[in-house]
């Protein structure tokens, strides 16, 4: 009688950890799937490693390449006529600019002088109406 | 422009001097053009560039700040934003007329001679595949045969970004030419 109660509750105890196992199961089904996922990636890797070319001949193969970016870049020079001719039109450019920028400074030295000059008519007349609003004579303190 | 003369100096005087700008111009116009000749491919487009570069270049000499680095620096700077703009707003099929360098060499041997002007034809070909950061790159080293450090300065770069970019545009070069070449023998 109580063997057979001591082998309900270790069924019961059982029952009770079922999902936990199922769960486990899982995540070693899961974690089996990752390792043999990385091992056929390293496999993978390993092979393509081995279908690859030594360092050496890869370093034979750029100084192949160098000398022949050497041969083939090379410096190109313009027409003569052409480089000329726009030597010359950046001289008449050069020229037409340079004057533009002193006509520039000109302007701005006669627009500075006017205003100033009209900035100092306006005080004067302000002055002079100022004293003939008081009464007292232009010019007396 | 003599070795004494700092360049600095001498590009604050093509600031104001049209003639010292103009010495700049001949000092510089075969680079600049040979960079541009390389990156469109064509010499119709590269007189038209050059002629735009040093345009935009006496346009804006006045606002130059001189940060250290050469005035070769500014001005490819200016051509590869040119080329970069060429290669946006065409339309038109590229050209590749790259021949005549390839045709240029001498001939001691006729076969020889060929296969060369062959392989040349087709690292022409790869290269102007590449991207615009590689070509630069590829042309101020072998056309212009300048250092790391010249071209970090160009290209804005640190040397060893510039020494990296060297690397992996060799690479894939060399991959690049590996498959060609396969495909070519099947």
Redesign the interface.
């Known amino acids: 009688m109580q063997g057979e109660e001591l082998d309900c509750a270790g069924e019961e105890h059982l029952r009770s950890l079922m999902p936990q196992m199922m769960l486990n199961t899982r995540i070693a089904q899961s974690l089996g799937k990752e390792i043999r996922r990385a091992a056929a990636q390293k496999m993978r890797y390993r092979a393509a490693m081995r279908g690859r070319m030594p360092l050496e001949d890869v370093v034979i193969e750029l100084r192949k390449l160098v000398r022949l970016l050497c041969k083939t870049l090379v410096p190109v020079r313009p027409r003569s006529e052409f480089a000329r001719s726009l030597g010359e039109q950046l001289q008449v450019r050069g020229t037409e600019l340079a004057a533009g920028r002193q006509r520039r400074w000109l302007w701005l030295m006669v627009g500075s002088l006017l205003s100033l000059l009209g900035v100092a008519t306006a005080l004067l007349l302000r002055r002079r109406n100022g004293r003939l609003q008081t009464g007292k004579p232009v010019g007396v303190m | 422009m003599s070795q004494a003369q700092p360049e600095a100096e001498f590009v604050s005087r093509a600031k104001?001097?049209?003639?010292v700008?103009?010495q700049l111009?001949?000092q510089y116009?075969?680079?600049i053009?040979?960079y541009i000749?390389?990156r469109t491919g064509n010499?119709h487009d590269?007189?038209d560039l050059?002629?735009k570069t040093?345009?935009q270049a006496?346009?804006h000499i006045?606002r130059y700040v001189d940060r250290g680095f050469p005035i070769s620096a500014w001005l490819y700077r200016i051509a590869h934003n040119l080329v970069a703009n060429w290669h946006r707003d065409r339309s038109r099929r590229q050209v590749i007329a790259l021949d005549e360098?390839?045709l240029a060499?001498q001939r001691h041997n006729p076969e020889s001679e060929l296969e060369?002007q062959d392989?040349?034809r087709l690292?022409?070909r790869l290269?102007r595949r590449m991207s615009a950061d590689r070509q630069q790159l590829?042309?101020l080293k072998?056309?212009?045969q300048m250092s790391n450090r010249e071209i970090a300065q160009i290209m804005g770069r640190t040397e060893g970004a510039v020494k990296s970019l060297y690397h992996r545009t060799?690479?894939a070069?060399?991959e690049a030419?590996a498959t060609e070449r396969e495909s070519e023998s099947q």
């Open positions: 104001t001097d049209p003639e700008f103009g111009y001949e116009v075969d680079k053009y040979s000749y390389y010499h590269a007189e050059t002629a040093f345009y006496l346009q006045e360098i390839a060499s060369l392989d040349r690292l022409l290269t590829l042309i072998f056309v212009e060799l690479l070069l060399r030419w």
